[in-house]
């Protein structure tokens, strides 16, 4: 058989067939999932809070948790859906007996169901510390915030009157401030709260903040000519914010245990307003003759308490690059 030249070799019937090869495997490439070297098509890369939802929703601690805390919200809004009692319905004929038919939980002290105040008293347990959260959260972050973006005067200002606030007692605050107060309602002790906690979350939002404006980032945007408004809002208060709301997450757990214990020392709220301190309190003196009087009322600020600061855990690891 003759040998074939170069010339022959390269035919044109061979060129067209080594090109209908080429959009042949082009074809399968362009219908094959995996691209030309299996690693997929292109995916749009995740943000931090899509990874972290992404941890979130695998995680058994923040589904427990968001579960328990979800309940303690509806039965705080709607009190009526699991009981139909009124926490101030009281029968001194049943006062210290414990369970009956109706009524799961016995009576306290005073002849009224335990069980219909234990569930009232989320409703200001869950609202101090909701509302204490969010108050210390916005005036920490933003007297932080601008303390660690400007420097300066007003960095060394805010550090000195933290360093003020840090050195008052919490629970001798607590009584100095609240005693002088004569209302009932949650507010005092949610103003109480917020003076005492944003030094906390000032300090914390002001170390992100400083880390957050030396990115390249920022210093792109500094040299293009943004505003500082544009700057804090645009680029470093979505890249700061996540250690405050980690913070602020695990401290709404330990606002709402404050509040029962100002409650229980008698300056916090003040009967006929129902609260699990109050009930603590009064059941405090019978706990040898009735302990169902202490026992449902204190577990139930304990599962709060853990409740919060086992989803401010999980948050937290979810929001830490080094976790990753």
């Known amino acids: 058989m003759p040998e074939q030249t170069p010339d022959e070799a390269i035919s044109p019937a061979g060129a067209g067939g080594a090109m209908d090869l080429a959009l042949e495997e082009g074809a399968t490439l362009e219908r094959t999932p995996g691209g030309p070297e299996g690693t997929g098509p292109a995916e749009?890369?995740?943000?931090l809070w899509s990874d972290a939802w992404r941890d979130l929703r695998r995680n058994p601690v923040f589904l427990v948790s968001a579960l328990i805390i979800l309940f303690l919200v509806v039965i705080s809004i709607w009190p009526s859906l699991i009981t139909d009692r009124d926490p101030l319905d009281c029968d001194l004929a049943k006062a210290?007996?414990?369970s009956q038919p109706g009524?799961?939980?016995?009576?306290?002290g005073q002849g009224c169901d335990v069980y219909t105040?234990?569930?009232?008293?989320?409703?200001?347990s869950v609202t101090v510390g909701v509302c204490a959260t969010v108050g210390v959260a916005l005036l920490g972050g933003v007297l932080g915030g601008l303390a660690g973006f400007f420097g300066g005067w007003w960095d060394a200002v805010l550090s000195r009157v933290t360093d003020i606030f840090f050195g008052i007692p919490v629970v001798l605050g607590g009584l100095v401030f609240l005693s002088v107060v004569t209302s009932s309602t949650v507010w005092p002790v949610i103003g109480f709260i917020v003076l005492l906690g944003w030094p906390q979350i000032a300090r914390i939002a002001r170390g992100s903040v400083i880390t957050a404006k030396q990115n390249d980032y920022v210093q792109a945007a500094r040299a293009l000519g943004a505003s500082n408004t544009r700057m804090m809002l645009r680029h470093i208060a979505p890249n700061a914010v996540a250690p405050v709301i980690v913070v602020a997450t695990i401290a709404l757990g330990t606002y709402i245990a404050l509040e029962a214990t100002l409650s229980f020392l008698g300056v916090g709220l003040k009967p006929p307003a129902v609260s699990w301190g109050i009930d603590i309190s009064a059941a405090s003196q019978y706990v040898r003759n009735a302990p169902h009087m202490l026992l449902w009322p204190a577990g139930a600020l304990a599962i709060t308490v853990l409740a919060f600061i086992m989803l401010g855990d999980a948050v937290r690891d979810a929001l830490d690059p080094k976790l990753r």
């Open 117 to 124: 105040r234990t569930v009232y008293g989320a409703r200001n």
């Open 44 to 47: 749009k890369p995740r943000s």
């Open 103 to 108: 009524h799961p939980f016995g009576f306290d």
């Open 96 to 98: 210290q007996q414990g």
